[in-house]
């Protein structure tokens, strides 16, 4: 038990390498269970049939991990202090409900809705609690500013890789766009309100909107009109700005809030 509660004070305290640990203790888990899967059954692909259940095992094991470390409401798996700040992300809804207006939604029967649903949920808990979560603990001692950059870089760079596992260039390309702009606006917004929860469902509404209007998950081999990633690509950078502005009013008056502190100390 001594063991344990200095493994998980270590990972507390080193976070870039309580970050590598998570990413590759998911990654092993998910691959683990898709190998056990196709012993059984080989003819389920990961691309197919199988990656639904992937990015739930991934989600599951970067919350197992984050809860087993007690480092929940550092990462901020807190809810906002009010509903205010709840209502900062009303603007970023306008996304999915373009996508929703220029290709609708549709149900692809029992089954496949039901996977649509868990991949959606799957990849949104994922992706936030991993990336505004447990990474940008370790960048947070270099102040926000970076702290919403490198992670988002990072963040794009990984959706970037999506053209080489069969989806399509031009829509890979866009989508490395968004997912920068998108990854300062989550960032920026996590910091403004301390919590992943509005980050989840944002990112939840969009992959399920996405995800019900095409019909499939995870990588688009099938290319997409431009005048449907450009207005998209757009409105991930106005929604970045929106963010960024936000986010230097609260640094603002943080800063207000601590000048005041130091006065009324002083005196």
Known sequence: MKKIKQVQSFFKNHPFIFAFFVLVVSRIAGMV??????????????????????MTVY??????LVYWTDTAKEIGLRMPKSYKEWLLFLPVLIIPLFILSQNGISSWGIA??????????GVAVNEEVLFR?????GFMKWGKWVTVLVPSIIFALAHSTNTFVGGDTTYALYQTLWTFAGAI????????????????????ILDFVEY???GNYGVHAEP???SLLIPIAIMSFGLMIYSLILLYKN???DRSVKDERVYLYKN
């Open 112 to 121: 496949q809705n039901l996977v649509l649903l868990i991949a959606a949920i």
């Open 33 to 54: 269970t898709i190998q056990i899967i196709q012993a059984i059954r080989p003819d389920l692909t990961v691309q197919d049939h199988l990656g639904w259940l992937l």
């Open 212 to 214: 019900f209007s095409t």
């Open 133 to 137: 979560g447990v990474l940008i603990r």
């Open 251 to 253: 640094s603002a008056r």
């Open 59 to 64: 989600a599951c094991t970067v919350v197992s």
């Open 224 to 226: 997409f009109s431009t």
């Open 185 to 204: 606006m989550l960032t920026a917004f996590r910091i403004v309100t301390n919590s992943l929860y509005p980050l989840i469902v944002f990112h939840f």
